[in-house]
């Protein structure tokens, strides 16, 4: 079973997020509503995906974990994001192996994208 974190800054859309993977028959590894407990999380799960909004709460946002995240690891990073303002395009498009979904989500565009991840296809 494929794991995948979920970073978003709103406790109730991450819980929805994880049902929504869970029923796709994902492992939900762990759920962070900031940077900083992002990146506690991912010294202890080791996840196969990242499901991460832009906007988080603490000193990071969304761009700047991955590029951190980039330095050492390259699992996908799916960003979940309502803005589509062309600095966060260009960032998003500036790291590899990154995605994006526009908010709010469609399940089989989430569904189509996590498979094509995870098949090595996307």
């Known amino acids: 079973m494929k794991k995948i974190l979920?970073?978003?800054?709103?406790?109730?859309?991450?819980?929805?997020?994880?049902?929504?993977?869970?029923?796709m028959?994902?492992?939900?590894s762990g759920r962070a509503s900031s940077s900083a407990e992002a990146e506690e999380l991912l010294k202890e799960v080791?996840?196969?995906?990242?499901?991460?909004?832009?906007?988080?709460?603490?000193?990071?946002?969304?761009?700047?974990?991955?590029r951190e995240i980039r330095r050492t690891?390259?699992?996908?990073?799916i960003f979940l994001t309502a803005s589509s303002r062309p600095e966060i395009m260009d960032g998003i498009r500036k790291l590899d192996h990154c995605h994006y979904l526009q908010k709010p989500i469609d399940p089989d565009g989430l569904n189509q994208v996590l498979y094509g991840i995870m098949e090595g296809n996307a």
């Open 73 to 77: 690891d390259r699992m996908p990073i």
């Open 46 to 66: 080791n996840p196969d995906a990242i499901m991460m909004d832009i906007y988080l709460k603490g000193e990071k946002n969304g761009l700047e974990l991955a």
């Open 6 to 23: 979920i970073i978003e800054d709103e406790s109730i859309i991450s819980f929805g997020y994880q049902l929504q993977l869970e029923r």
């Open 25 to 28: 028959g994902f492992e939900v």
